[in-house]
């Protein structure tokens, strides 16, 4: 059974040293000349304003998982839709049930305010 996977294995094996290769190669034959102005967080030539760690509202980060978390969800529906008619009634049923329990999580989501753009 794990034969399976043999050629997955492979291919993760030789990218990885391929990765390998190519930064330890780059690193050799490139130029590294480090100066304080190129050290600097930003190498816009621009003086930085403040910290380079800014604290940022967490509503950003929730409106990004929240978006990942029903995308993938959604992403289900079109294998379901695909096979729908092959499966039967209960897989339909299991499909009504996971459409109910996304859309709680939705309302939820939409009371407590976490959809609010300010």
């Known amino acids: 059974m794990l034969d399976q996977y043999a050629p997955v ?6 990218t990885t040293v391929v990765g390998i290769i190519v930064v330890f190669i780059s690193r050799i034959l ?3 000349r480090p100066t304080a102005r ?3 967080p930003y190498e816009s030539g621009m ?3 403040g910290p380079a760690m800014r604290r940022l509202p967490v509503k950003f980060y929730l409106i990004a998982v929240l978006f990942i978390l029903f995308d993938i969800e959604v992403m ?3 294998p379901f839709a695909v096979v729908v008619r092959e499966v039967g009634f209960a897989a339909l049923i299991v499909m009504l049930v996971f459409i109910i ?3 709680i999580g939705h309302y939820y989501a939409w009371r407590k305010g976490a ?3 300010e």
């Not at 294995?9 to 030789?14: D, E, T």
Request: charged share 15%; glycine share 4%; proline share 4%.
């Open 9 to 14: 294995a492979i291919l993760l094996l030789i």
């Open 30 to 32: 490139g130029p590294f």
């Open 38 to 40: 190129k050290l600097e």
């Open 47 to 49: 003086v930085a304003i």
């Open 76 to 78: 289900f529906f079109l």
């Open 101 to 103: 329990v996304l859309e």
């Open 115 to 117: 959809l609010e753009w």
